[in-house]
């Protein structure tokens, strides 16, 4: 590789990641293990979940407290979803959604804080519990619909809430061809994988740009009425107001 190439590829990285990365490591530097312990807490929740469920005694604890199923009535999903998402799903390896959770919980926490990273996860998993339903209703025939074996299908894991924060912090830090490269993959695995899990991520995506949307707004309107209110100031003679 050229010293030119080498360069603008030096560029692009501190471009895309260098603030998101600096961020990161000073929370990490300065805090420690400290900087994360809503990530630490949802590792070894997902831990504990997935130690009893494998127990002889313990599969149907689990599964009453933290296992969603679209044939379930309503209530008891939305009663179920919030620890679904500490729930390993049964087809896929533990350390997977161990390490999803530690990387991008984790990083979330330090960049946009604890009570946003809990919501942004929680819309996501509910998007896509509640898609579930709404895809067994379109049917097998659209796109946008599920068969209706679907409905017995076990829902649970972190993988929905991963993707909606992973593009969430990636949009407020700007790295923009990072969630795009997110959101291409999620568009590929449910084009390969036409299954419950892969439009879950889809309807998850959705969520979080709905989510985006709306802090894009506030962030407008702020700038907006702090434009105005620095103009009124002038106008009227008073000192301009600090930003």
């Given amino acids: 590789m050229s010293q030119r190439a080498k360069g603008a590829l030096r560029r692009f990285a501190?471009?895309?990641?260098?603030p998101l990365y600096k961020t990161v490591k000073y929370a990490l530097r300065t805090q420690r293990w400290r900087a994360i312990p809503l990530a630490l807490?949802?590792?070894?929740?997902?831990?504990?979940?997935?130690?009893?469920q494998n127990q002889s005694w313990g599969f149907r604890p689990v599964q009453i407290i933290g296992s969603v199923k679209a044939e379930y009535p309503l209530w008891v999903s939305l009663l179920r979803t919030p620890l679904s998402l500490f729930v390993p799903a049964l087809d896929l390896p533990v350390w997977g959604a161990l390490c999803q959770l530690l990387v991008v919980f984790g990083i979330a926490e330090i960049c946009i804080g604890r009570a946003r990273t809990l919501l942004i996860a929680y819309a996501a998993t509910l998007a896509g519990t509640m898609y579930a339903r709404?895809?067994?209703?379109?049917?097998?025939?659209?796109?946008?619909?599920?068969?209706?074996?679907?409905?017995?299908?076990?829902?649970?894991?972190?993988?929905?809430?991963?993707?909606?924060?992973?593009?969430?912090?990636?949009?407020?830090?700007?790295?923009?061809?990072?969630?795009?490269a997110v959101v291409l993959a999620m568009a590929v695995?449910?084009?390969?994988?036409?299954?419950?899990?892969?439009?879950?991520?889809?309807?998850?995506?959705?969520?979080?740009?709905?989510?985006?949307?709306?802090?894009?707004m506030r962030r407008k309107r702020?700038?907006?009425?702090?434009?105005?209110?620095?103009?009124?100031?002038?106008?009227?003679?008073?000192?301009?107001?600090?930003s």
């Fill in 134 to 180: 709404v895809g067994i209703a379109i049917g097998p025939d659209s796109v946008f619909g599920l068969p209706a074996k679907a409905a017995r299908m076990v829902d649970t894991g972190p993988s929905a809430a991963v993707v909606a924060l992973a593009v969430y912090v990636c949009w407020r830090y700007r790295a923009y061809w990072t969630a795009g």
């Fill in 41 to 52: 807490s949802a590792v070894l929740l997902t831990s504990v979940c997935q130690i009893v």
């Fill in 189 to 216: 695995e449910v084009t390969l994988k036409n299954n419950l899990a892969g439009k879950e991520h889809i309807a998850a995506l959705v969520a979080v740009a709905g989510l985006c949307w709306i802090t894009w």
């Fill in 14 to 18: 501190e471009r895309e990641w260098g």
């Fill in 222 to 242: 702020r700038r907006r009425r702090h434009d105005q209110g620095r103009r009124t100031g002038r106008l009227s003679g008073a000192p301009p107001i600090q």
